[in-house]
């Protein structure tokens, strides 16, 4: 028995997976995160509230909406504020615009292994093109493509100005006719590759965990029943995991009532949608198909925005409490 590292070039953030095999045939895999422990929970202790919502933002370039609406929420919930319509709608775009943005750049990165490598380049440039002018949106409506720095404490700082408003509603409905394009091209079981086929075949379940489809719903979790399990100790009774690597694990893993679960798309889609497909494909087009129907739902959100209508509370004083923020971000519910 011997264990094979292979490197993850496309991943975000460090990791290594380790492959077990006996007799050259793979018997167990472990996907062993190693990046840096960033600690923010320490770092916004006793700081400003306003400085917290900006600065979670920070903590992952792919849903920094998602920290910063769960963070304004908890902070809220705390202070006994609720933010006006527009402030809710705004905000709920801006989290959509950033899970549009996050399930494009996984798109762009898992085409070249369900497409055939001379169509995969001109497919992931038209993905790329589509993210900016998503990005863009992003701007208009949140004040930048990455850290919006809208997002505050109270609902949303500003509502977008009547010209920006026309033109991203107008520039979403022109992104979302390329995704139905898009996900059509790479929906063609018939031209998969031999390495999506192959998740095809590779299935599993798990108990699925999800709050909203859309937003999020702290409700409908029990947080007494979330507790945080080491990498190490979630596979220590294992006989194959390897020892020596498991401790460089830095990620500490989730559990709701002591159970292991599946968050994200496919999570949310089965939950909610009556989404079925338990194949490793599956957990890929799950999130594709949840493109689509994000920028359906922003553009409805749009369409009743008063650009006149107050996006936040006037004024928001300080005081001793306590608060939960839940937001399903891309990739799966976060508690705040």
């Avoid at 359906?296 to 936040?312: D, G, M, Y």
Wanted: glycine share 8%; aromatic share 6%; charged share 20%.
């Amino acid at each position: 028995m011997q264990g094979i590292t292979i490197e993850l070039p496309r991943i975000a953030g460090e990791a290594e997976f380790v492959a077990v095999s006996e007799e050259g045939k793979i018997i167990k895999a472990f996907f062993i995160p190693t990046a840096p422990i960033r600690g923010f929970e320490n770092l916004v202790k006793g700081k400003n509230p306003l400085f917290v919502v900006e600065a979670v933002k920070r903590i992952c370039g792919f849903c920094h909406s998602s920290h910063g609406i769960a963070a304004a929420e908890a902070f809220e919930e705390a202070l006994g504020i609720y933010p006006p319509k527009d402030g809710f709608l705004l905000r709920e775009v801006i989290g959509l615009l950033n899970r549009v943005q996050s399930h494009l750049a996984h798109l762009a990165l898992i085409a070249p292994d369900f497409m055939p490598r001379g169509e995969a380049l001109a497919f992931v440039l038209e993905v790329l093109k589509t993210l900016e002018q998503v990005n863009a949106a992003l701007t208009k409506i949140g004040g930048a493509p990455t850290h919006p720095p809208n997002i505050v404490i109270g609902g949303v700082a500003k509502p977008p100005t009547q010209a920006n408003l026309t033109a991203t509603i107008n520039g979403l409905k022109n992104v979302l006719v390329k995704i139905k394009e898009l996900l059509q091209i790479i929906s063609d079981e018939d031209k998969w590759g031999s390495k999506a086929q192959a998740l095809k075949e590779k299935k599993f379940t798990k108990t699925m965990l999800a709050t909203h489809t859309t937003y999020g719903n702290k409700y409908a979790l029990d947080l007494s029943k979330v507790s945080l399990v080491r990498y190490a100790e979630a596979h220590m009774n294992d006989p194959e995991a390897p020892r020596h690597l498991l401790k460089k694990a830095t990620t500490l893993i989730a559990t709701y009532g002591g159970e292991y679960v599946e968050v994200g798309p496919r999570a949310r889609m089965s939950k909610f949608r009556g989404f079925n497909g338990a194949s490793l494909a599956d957990v890929q087009l799950a999130r594709l198909a949840e493109i689509p129907e994000a920028l359906e739902r922003i553009l409805n959100l749009l369409s009743e925005v008063n650009i006149r209508a107050p996006t936040r509370v006037e004024a928001v004083i300080y005081r001793q409490g306590e608060g939960v923020g839940v937001y399903e971000a891309p990739r799966g519910t976060l508690i705040t």
